[in-house]
């Protein structure tokens, strides 16, 4: 052997192996095996990277397509509102020509307020308004606003014996409570019940 030899030799053994690389015993095919682990984690590596690039330009559209989407909410949201008020004007409209252009009579325009009205009802309806009308029911201080507490021998106490205003809801939501007059016992029957 060279001295040569020796040297290269002696450096060699007087080095550690490097970090992450086989030591001088390892085969080629483990060095394949490992090159190839290698590529596979970095082509995992880049795909992962390319799927998380696209999922963020995803949010961002998502993102901006619901902004689209509550400013066309806001700008156009009455629009349905309006669409179902059309015909009710449309209505009161023709009354009001129908009454300039001849002479009409109580009655006409009674049935012309009556098929106004319906029309009306019919596109509160359909966009989800119902009215409360809660007459014989116990009252609700929260679907109610009593206006007055009348005595009735009839009625059970805390009872709706009229409406004066009716209420509405909008899909189960409260709009405006229902105006009524609660009943409450006589007077003799209370004077009755502390004695």
């Known amino acids: 052997m060279s001295s040569e030899q020796d040297g290269r030799r002696e450096s060699r053994e007087g080095q550690p192996a490097p970090r992450g690389l086989p030591d001088d015993g390892s085969s080629p095919a483990e060095l ?18 390319e799927q998380y690039l696209r999922a963020v330009a995803e949010l961002d559209n998502v993102r901006k397509r619901a902004q689209r989407d509550i400013e066309a909410a806001n700008r156009y949201g009455l629009e349905k509102f309006a669409a179902e008020l059309l015909p ?6 023709l ?7 001849r002479e009409a009579d109580a009655q006409s325009l009674k049935q012309g307020q009556e098929a106004t009205l319906q029309l009306l009802s019919k ?7 119902t009215p409360i009308r809660p007459l014989g ?4 201080p929260a679907r109610h606003e009593a206006m007055l507490a009348q005595e009735s021998s009839t009625a059970e106490p805390d009872t ?3 409406v004066v205003q009716t209420g509405y809801a909008l899909n189960g939501r409260l709009l405006r409570p229902a105006r009524v007059i609660v009943s409450k016992a006589p007077s003799g029957a209370a ?5």
């Open 123 to 129: 596109a509160l309806e359909r966009l989800g308004v």
């Open 191 to 195: 004077a009755g019940r502390h004695r």
């Open 32 to 49: 394949e095996k490992l090159q190839q682990a290698l590529t596979q984690a970095e082509e995992r590596a880049r795909g992962n990277w």
């Open 160 to 162: 709706v014996i009229q």
């Open 137 to 140: 029911e116990p009252f609700d």
């Open 95 to 101: 009354a009001v020509q129908s009454a300039e252009t």
């Open 88 to 93: 009710v004007r449309d209505s009161l409209e």
